[in-house]
């Protein structure tokens, strides 16, 4: 089956007790089990798994090409679970640009659970290379990046990972299976922040990791959930999954909507730089037509001045609301390095932008107004 209809129909089953078209959201936090505690359901205690959370996994994983899937309570959750499964003494590789939640997991946490980390330019994988370690466990590559829309090449990167014996983690939260499938392309784990594109309105908070291999990675992965307790909730589940369906029709147009926004901003002649690899300019440009379908919905800018007047844009937008997070329905714009606070290295000049569905035209006009 073609992505576009998985994205409808897997994890879709009708329900076999009631026919209903629209899955059932199961609450129940405990399930029967025999005499002697025999799972007879396939299921047991709702921190482990819960059918409504296994539907979402079983979409996840075919839209991903992923033999197993797990979702998780926030995208921060299933990131810090793959972590929480390394022994103390690994090795991992971050990129240089990247959300900036990965920023605190490495310098206040790591440290503490005796893990060490690296923080490269993966734009480039000759740094990736040099940065490798006898212990290099994982190597966590982000593309596009947040919020520099940094392309990395993830054959290449899979490549070094590989001949040093770790795994490539690729977060796809920006592009999606419908744009980018990492495990294709030789990544061994695909992180989501489902909070964003997938869920898709601004109303619902999950995480997922998808994995290449059920044998290297699950049994690992899910004990250490089922242990550490970032699952998703049934409710929550239930959102994404409704998500999914659209996010094939989503992604085209938020893709759509970017590139014509990031054309038109470019050629106003009134920003210094337009940050969105669909664009000729953008030095990721060849590399991501090579590895996505489309460029998404996310791009930054770059203002002539410095924080005073990116700032004078953000108080000016009228139909792009200033708040953080992407993907939903609604554009949103955000002066990065303020969001960020203290210790990012996000220039005070950039605006992050996420291009909703609305008319392009009406995002245009809002922009180069603002602009004015
Ligand atoms: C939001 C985000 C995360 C973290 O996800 P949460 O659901 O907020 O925990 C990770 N990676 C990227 C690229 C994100 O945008």
New binding site residues.
Partial sequence: MRLETLAVHAGAEIDSETGAVAPPIHLSTTFQHGPACEEIHGYSYIREKNPTQTRLEEAMAALEGGEAALAFA????AVCTVMQSLEPGSHVIFPDDA?T?FRGLYREFLPHWGIEHSVVDMTNPAKVQSAIRPNTRIVLA?TPS?PMMKITDLAAVAKIAHAAGADLLV?N??ATPMLQRPLDLGADIVLH?T??YCGGHSDV???CLVVKSRERWSAKLFRTRTIMGAAASPFNSWLILRGLRSLDCRMERHSSNAAKVAAALESSGKVERVCYPGLASHPGHELARRQMKLFGGMLSIQLRGGRDEALRVTSRVQLFTNAT??GGTESLIEHRASSEGEGTKVPENLLRVSIGLEHSDDLIEDLIRALE
């Fill in positions: 926030s995208g921060m959750g959300y939640g982000e947040n977060d939260t920006f922040s909070t964003k908070q999950g995480g997070s992407l």
